[in-house]
Each structure stands twice: as structure tokens, then as C-alpha cells.
């Protein structure tokens, strides 16, 4: 599923698939989470990047239950034409996000993008999670943080 990257580690290896009894995962050519697509979103569709680790990425689940599938299908049966990407890798930081947006997703020209990042480790110690949001512009990313108490 992960191939070597110089900077971040690791990336998705593009074209990988994992089918069993209880899993479906496929990782398209641009090297994202799901089924294929096109380098253009087709006209009059906005275009959503989901950025993020493990659980952005559905660890553990399949295709059609991850994050991003869910928010697809949602903005879909409410009449709006999206197409969601999960560009989202397990044990990524902000950091390595920033590194993938730069390098996959922003040449895919995203109308949105959203970054869902937990701090497990904060969790652990009884803090609660952290939320993570990107803006990000044609040349720029900047980071806003914000704590979420239980």
C-alpha cells in the first residue's frame, strides 16, 4: 500500500488494491484513496480535498465508509455536485500533509480543502483532540489550530 517517499517517508503507491472478506481499499493513479478520476473535475462540479492520518484515511474500513465517501454521498443526496477526494495517508502529521497537498493534491485544483487530524496523543492524556484546518491558496498553506474539549 506505501511506497518510499524522500521527503515524507512514505505515500500510497499509486494503482495499489487490497480486496478481502472484510476490506475493499483502492489507491487511484493520483495516488489518493478511491476510485479513479480525472486530473479536471468535470464541469460544474466543486472539487473537496480531505487531508489527513489514519482516520481521515478510513483505516480499517473500507472504500464507501471512509470520511470521505460519507461527506460525497451527503452533499450528493442534498442536490450538490461534488466530487470528494481522500487524499489522506495513515500516520501523517502536518508536516507530510503539507508535502502531499503541495506535491498530489494541488495540481488536482481543489475548490476545498480540509484537513481532519487527531492529536492521539493528546487524547491519551486527557486534553481531547485537536482540529487542524488548512487554507490553502495556489502558493501558500497556513496552518489554524483550534482544541476540542470533551
Known amino acids: 500500500m506505501f511506497q518510499p517517499h524522500p521527503e515524507a517517508g512514505v505515500e500510497l503507491a499509486p494503482g495499489y488494491r487490497l480486496r478481502s472478506q472484510v476490506l475493499d481499499v483502492n489507491i487511484n493513479r493520483f495516488g489518493l484513496r478511491g476510485p479513479e478520476i480525472d486530473a479536471v473535475p468535470p464541469a460544474g462540479t466543486k472539487r473537496i480535498a480531505l487531508l489527513g492520518g489514519s482516520a481521515a484515511f478510513g483505516y480499517f474500513v473500507s472504500d464507501d465508509a471512509t470520511a470521505a465517501s460519507h461527506l460525497e454521498r451527503g452533499l450528493r443526496e442534498r442536490g450538490h455536485a461534488v466530487e470528494v477526494l481522500n487524499a489522506a495517508v495513515p500516520s501523517y502529521d502536518l508536516r507530510r500533509v503539507?508535502?502531499?497537498?503541495?506535491?498530489?493534491?494541488?495540481?488536482?485544483?481543489?475548490?476545498?480543502?480540509?484537513?481532519?487530524?487527531?492529536?492521539?496523543?493528546?487524547a491519551v492524556r486527557g486534553v481531547g483532540h485537536r482540529r487542524e484546518h488548512v487554507t490553502a491558496g495556489p502558493d501558500q498553506v497556513v496552518g489554524e489550530q483550534a482544541e476540542e474539549r470533551p
Not at 113 to 121: G, K, M, T
Open 98 to 122: 503539507i508535502i502531499r497537498y503541495r506535491e498530489r493534491v494541488q495540481p488536482l485544483e481543489p475548490d476545498v480543502v480540509e484537513l481532519a487530524q487527531a492529536d492521539h496523543r493528546a
